[in-house]
């Protein structure tokens, strides 16, 4: 472009003594090049310009689509645009609700205060000046902290705003502050033996804070669990009038809906407050539910019972032998307040018979009865989502004394939640579930068969006899129809002998028995005797009428119909309400 | 091609003086929009965690055991027992006792048109 602005002048025009010089026109007329060499030059300079022309255009018309055309439509496309600021939860590890969605666990923001001693001018006067904010730390730790070599060392952790305020103002370099986390749990003492607690690293160490750790700190979505804690606070709050009552060392209660084993309320007592760091005496961190291995006398009757009645190998309407104790070759095995006489099966759970139970067993045979305790998970620590567990205690030789003490529940010691999942199974028609706590958990839909459903039809008409007839019967609630058994097992002391005062008391029942809905164990170590319980301790005395009330103040509220008649007297009353104001 | 010639060389020459020009808003507008987005991140983090702090509260004022105490200090009520709860079909009417539901109703309608005859006879009377 340029060469042709010069070109032109020279062509017919020349100064005197100017040189010719050699023009394109007349010296390369020769030249046999299709293109003059200055045009090549001219459409390369255009072709350039051409495409720096367009890159700058591609920029323009990006420039407009972003800046400007996204505003001249703004009001429409406002509903479009899904543009979010995203802020990261500040709090890392997740809350933890019962089924109602109320928190029962949650973190809450602190901050920890820190320092680093190399920045630190005066460790003398800061230390002084730090101790006077916060009383609770002691001068000299402080000065030693301060006075340390490293650049990193904590001196409080989680401080309240006010002190974090405080300290700001004091103004002493070094001292920082980092953003934490304390774990709370705003219930207290309630929940104590299932959440568990953490510790100083927000890290879970016991309950459910630690089998479900993971799962609590991948994601900030709450944990929902099965617990009620309208029906756990009732049951807390009877279950610990009733430890005081009778003087219990220990008690514990658990709560489970028998047709999918979900944990509804567990407690297990005596209990902590676990937003306490400081260590009460170790009893009380002790999980009796699921920890504890005990054995449970009578109460596994009923698992004899329906193994025997499931092998088919034995009638309900069959009669047992129970004139004289049952010798064996190791042991002699009697009755508590024996009926000395031909007992059916029937019988044989009402008066809670051991000579009759023992011979049942011995009936149906050992390889079959381990066969069924296997199915009933007795031989398994359970898979529960609670970090403090125990596997079951039992004899490695199953011969005839085991047999037979096995059918009225000495020798084999279970966990509590060992025994109520079992139950569920019995009493819900026969389909065992493992226990959970969790509520989306997928165990209910994966129940097996340990059961026929006949079987379990029995079983619960066999257990409601015994709270109608039996040693059951302070718990026989109007309306709810409960039906369970009692178990009163000797402890043994230290000599490795069973003492026949020191007890422990066990009541395990099922509401409503026409169709059931939920099964309650109520247990309670050594419960003493009284002038009210005419000096017994047997588990009809305690434990029973514990768990009638506790069952007539649950039952309520959870929703389960009351069933009865109404009498003449009652109806009148209802009359005379209904027209009365 | 002289008229081309200056059109392109004007456009090379004001195309990257408007670009620069729009680049420069633009960052400038990035700039800000991003100082907002700082600002709104740690509001948002700071409502978390006052949100957070206010449900916690809320679970410790709804601790059962506290409800229980307050309920028995201000209202007059008592947890309710199983024979408090009853079907209605369970309820004895007075209609239970004597007559079918059929009679009843047989004579809740005679009732009524004894009472309209009435009326009808006192506005005749008025009138």
Redesign the interface.
């Known amino acids: 472009m340029f060469g042709k602005l010069f070109s032109k002048k020279d062509e017919d025009f020349y100064l005197p003594g100017e040189e010719i010089k050699i023009g394109k026109s007349c010296s390369f007329m020769n030249y046999t090049c299709a293109k003059d060499p200055l045009s090549v030059c001219k459409n390369r300079v255009a072709f350039s310009t051409l495409a720096f022309i367009l890159v700058y255009a591609v920029i323009g018309v990006r420039l407009f689509e972003v800046c400007v055309a996204p505003n001249l439509h703004a009001a429409e496309q406002e509903e479009a645009v899904h543009l979010r600021a995203f802020a990261q939860n500040p709090i890392k590890r997740a809350d933890i609700t019962d089924r109602n969605g109320t928190i029962i666990a949650t973190s809450l923001p602190t901050v920890n205060l820190y320092a680093n001693p190399k920045k630190i001018l005066n460790p003398e006067r800061a230390a002084q000046r730090l101790v006077k904010v916060l009383p609770e730390l002691k001068y000299n730790d402080v000065l030693r902290k301060l006075s340390g070599r490293g650049s990193f060392v904590y001196l409080k952790r989680n401080l309240t705003p006010s002190q974090q305020y405080q300290i700001n103002y004091l103004g002493i370099p070094g001292l920082e502050f980092e953003n934490g986390e304390k774990r709370i749990y705003p219930h207290k003492n309630l929940f104590a033996h299932l959440l568990g607690s953490t510790n100083i690293d927000n890290k879970g160490i016991a309950g459910i804070e630690k089998a479900e750790n993971e799962r609590l700190t991948q994601s900030d979505i709450p944990l929902s669990l099965t617990i009620d804690s309208g029906v756990q606070d009732t049951i807390h709050e009877h279950l610990s009038a009733a430890v005081k009552h009778f003087n219990a060392i220990g008690a514990t209660a658990i709560l489970m809906d028998v047709n999918t084993s979900e944990v509804i309320a567990l407690v297990s007592l005596p209990d902590y407050d676990p937003n306490r760091s400081v260590n009460p005496n170790s009893r009380s961190y002790f999980n009796m539910a699921t920890k504890g291995v005990y054995e449970p006398g009578s109460v596994l009757k009923i698992f004899n019972a329906a193994m025997s009645l499931e092998s088919g190998k034995v009638k309900v309407s069959d009669s047992f032998d129970a004139t004289e104790p049952l010798k064996l070759k190791y042991n002699v095995i009697k009755d508590y307040r024996g009926e000395n006489r031909w007992l059916t099966v029937s019988e044989i759970m009402v008066y809670s018979s051991n000579i009759g139970s023992a011979r049942m067993a011995l009936k149906v045979g050992g390889a079959e009865q381990r066969q069924f305790m296997q199915k009933m998970g007795f031989f398994n620590e359970l898979n529960f989502e609670i970090a403090e567990k125990s596997k079951p205690i039992f004899p490695k030789r199953w011969g005839e004394g085991t047999i037979a003490t096995v059918a009225y529940g000495y020798g084999l010691a279970l966990t509590p939640m060992h025994v109520i999942t079992a139950f569920s199974a019995v009493v819900n028609g026969g389909i065992y579930h493992e226990p959970t706590l969790l509520k989306n958990s997928d165990k209910k839909n994966n129940g097996y068969r340990v059961l026929s459903y006949n079987t379990s039809k029995q079983m619960r008409d066999l257990l409601r006899l015994v709270v109608t007839d039996g040693s059951g019967k302070r718990a026989n609630v109007l309306g709810y129809e409960v039906a369970g058994k009692t178990g009163t097992a000797n402890k043994l002391s230290a000599n490795g002998k069973y003492n026949s005062k020191v007890v422990r008391t066990t009541f395990v029942s099922t509401f409503p028995v026409s169709k059931p809905q939920y099964a309650l164990l109520v247990m309670m170590d050594e419960p003493k005797g009284s002038q009210e319980t005419w000096w017994y301790t047997t588990a009809g005395w305690n434990v029973v009428p514990t768990a009638a009330k506790v069952i007539s103040a649950i039952a309520p509220q959870l929703n389960v119909k009351a069933n009865y008649d109404l009498d003449e007297a009652r109806q009148a009353r209802i009359i005379e309400a209904s027209y009365t104001r | 091609m002289t008229s081309t ?1 200056t059109a ?1 060389y004007i ?2 020459i004001i ?2 003086c ?2 620069g020009f ?2 420069l ?2 960052k400038n ?1 990035v700039q800000g929009l991003e100082k907002q ?1 700082v600002v ?2 740690k509001n ?2 700071d409502d ?2 006052t949100i ?2 206010l ?2 509260e ?3 004022l ?4 506290r409800l ?1 105490k307050l309920a028995a200090k201000h209202i007059s009520l008592n ?5 408090q ?3 209605l079909s ?3 009417f007075e209609y239970e006792a004597n007559d079918s539901r059929r009679d009843l109703a047989q004579r809740n309608i005679s009732d009524y048109a004894d009472q309209n005859k009435g009326l009808k006879k006192l506005a005749k009377a008025q009138r």
Do not use: D, F, Y
Not at chain 2, 79 to 83: L, Y
């Open positions: 010639k392109s456009l090379s195309i990257p408007l670009l729009g680049i808003v633009m507008q987005l709104i991140n948002i983090q978390i965690k957070h702090v449900k916690a809320w679970s410790h709804n601790n059962p055991a229980r947890p309710i027992q199983a024979e709860i009853i079907n369970a309820l004895p």
